[in-house]
Every structure is written in structure tokens, then in C-alpha cells.
């Protein structure tokens, strides 16, 4: 099929007409604005959910969003993520169809045990943990990362966020790598991916579904690093893609601790110029 759709940045930029306020008068300007709009994700054809993101990158949302929910467990059980055909080989800008290699009772099993699951989410914290924890293998790292290191995170994030720059508009999710070093901790780290959306979900999912695509999983020497608060939600996909060190720029909500605490994974907050707060497994931070 002929590609035609555009480059992911610009498929994630609007440009617009706006007013500036400016010494008591408005002046007219051309602005940049982070594009939302609903992608449709089908499994084998059939409608399953839609999501508002920012296009671009959206196969590796569907994916990751499959394995952070557990619809799917490992990169064998996805045949396909394709774009939806239209008229004259032209895709549909905002459909993904997966094409699943699971039986089908045991994909009812799931779709039926995860639906249930995320029904109870924010209702019944303990039912939700519980669940998750027993679907996710225990974090299991040798990574230890030293806090200066820590440090340099927001900074190589930012860098890297140029629809962020242009627009003001966008979350960001950043995976990082650390080669460890002979004393065990973190030697010469580097940003390996970011993705951007405008939803901190949205971009962990591609940051997971990218992994999950080119069989990076799990991430035992990873570190993560999201825009914005750590959610419970935020919590689970890292620990999905078995990533030992989340960081955020901001607060976690006490549901994402608890978690994180359970299933063995670090999480740094109001990680910023100057320092951090660590909240679980602090043995990891050298």
C-alpha cells in the first residue's frame, strides 16, 4: 500500500490564526498548536476502543496499549498492527486494526478479566493492585543509578521535545538507557526514545509499544521519565514493560505508590534542577 499519510510531526502540528494581547491591544499572529483527535484501535476488524492522542506513532500505541492492559503478553501474539485502507490505497488517518495470534477463548478470557478490572479502578484500589500484580512478574533489576546522573534526566528530555517547542501543548514520555558500570551503578547514560502526546498515557504507550515491537522487553535497565504526575495508570504500564525507575517532573498520587511499592519498582518524583523525592525502593538511587 502506498504511504501517504504525512511525517508524524507534522501530522502532530496545527497551525492557526490568534490574537496576542499586547500593550492594551490585540495583534494578530499565526500560532502552533498540538493536534487531538480520536483514534479508532479494531482488534481482527472490530471495534474495541478510541482513544484522543496526538497522531503520530499510533501502531506503537495500539501495541503498547494492548500489553499495559494485558490483552496481549509478548510481541508473538500481535500477527499484525496495520493501517486501515480506504479509497485508492489512501489510509484512514485515525484506524488501527490488530490482528491478534490468540485462540479465542482465551482472548474472551481477557477481554472479560480486564474489562472487569478497569471497571473497579479508583473504586476498589486493593482489587486493582491485586489483578495487576498478579499478571506482572515481579521488577527484578541489577540497575543502580546514581543521583547526579538522576539529575540530567529533565534537561535530555526536554531537548528532545520539539513538538513541545513549537506548540506548549504536548506531554512527553522518555525512556533512557544506563550501561552499568563496575561498581553497579549507572555509567554513561542516554536517551534511547521519546514520544510526545496529549496524553501522558498515550505517550507511555508508544514509549511501551515500540519496546514490545522491536523485542526490548522487559526493560530491566531502563529508566523512564514522564511529563506531568505519576498516576497509578502511568505506574502500570512502566511495570508492564518491567521498568525498574520511573521519574516525573511532578507529584505521584498515592494509588501509583502503592503499586510501585508491590511490584518492586522505584519512583522519583518532582525530579528537577537541584533534586528529587524517591518514594518506593529507594535502594536503587546510589
Not at 52 to 64: I, K, Q, S, V, Y
Not at 100 to 121: E, K, T
Not at 192 to 211: P, S
Request: net charge neutral; charged share 25%.
Amino acid at each position: 500500500m502506498e504511504n501517504t499519510r504525512q511525517s508524524d510531526t507534522d501530522r502532530s502540528i496545527r497551525h492557526a490564526s490568534a490574537r496576542r494581547w499586547r500593550d492594551g491591544s490585540l495583534e494578530p499572529f499565526a500560532d502552533s498548536l498540538a493536534v487531538e483527535e480520536p483514534l479508532e484501535i479494531r482488534l481482527g476488524g472490530r471495534r474495541f476502543t478510541v482513544t484522543m492522542r496526538t497522531p503520530g506513532h499510533d501502531e506503537e500505541l495500539a501495541a503498547g496499549f494492548l500489553l499495559a492492559e494485558g490483552f496481549v503478553n509478548s510481541p508473538e501474539e500481535i500477527s499484525e498492527v496495520r493501517i486501515v485502507p480506504v479509497r485508492r490505497g489512501a489510509a484512514q488517518e485515525n484506524v488501527i486494526d490488530v490482528i491478534l495470534a490468540i485462540p479465542a477463548g482465551q482472548l474472551r478470557d481477557r477481554l472479560r478479566r480486564n474489562f472487569v478490572v478497569s471497571s473497579s479502578c479508583g473504586i476498589c484500589g486493593k482489587t486493582s493492585i491485586d489483578a495487576i500484580e498478579r499478571r506482572i512478574e515481579p521488577i527484578e533489576s541489577a540497575l543502580r543509578l546514581g543521583g547526579a546522573s538522576m539529575l540530567k534526566l529533565p534537561a535530555m528530555m526536554r531537548e528532545a521535545q520539539t513538538v513541545f517547542r513549537a506548540t506548549g501543548g504536548l506531554h512527553a514520555a522518555a525512556l533512557f538507557s544506563a550501561a552499568p558500570a563496575l561498581n553497579g551503578a549507572g555509567s554513561g547514560i542516554g536517551l534511547v526514545l521519546l514520544r510526545e502526546d496529549v496524553g501522558r498515557h498515550n505517550a507511555v504507550d508508544k514509549i511501551v509499544g515500540r519496546a514490545l515491537m522491536d523485542r526490548m522487553l522487559p526493560l530491566k535497565n531502563a529508566i523512564l521519565m514522564v511529563s506531568g504526575r505519576l498516576s497509578f495508570e502511568i505506574v502500570q504500564k512502566a511495570a508492564a514493560a518491567g521498568v525498574p525507575i520511573l521519574a516525573a517532573v511532578s507529584a505521584p498520587s498515592s494509588l501509583a505508590v502503592e503499586l510501585a511499592e508491590r511490584v518492586g519498582m522505584t519512583t522519583v518524583g518532582f525530579l528537577r534542577e537541584g533534586g528529587f523525592n524517591v518514594y518506593t525502593h529507594p535502594e536503587r538511587i546510589v
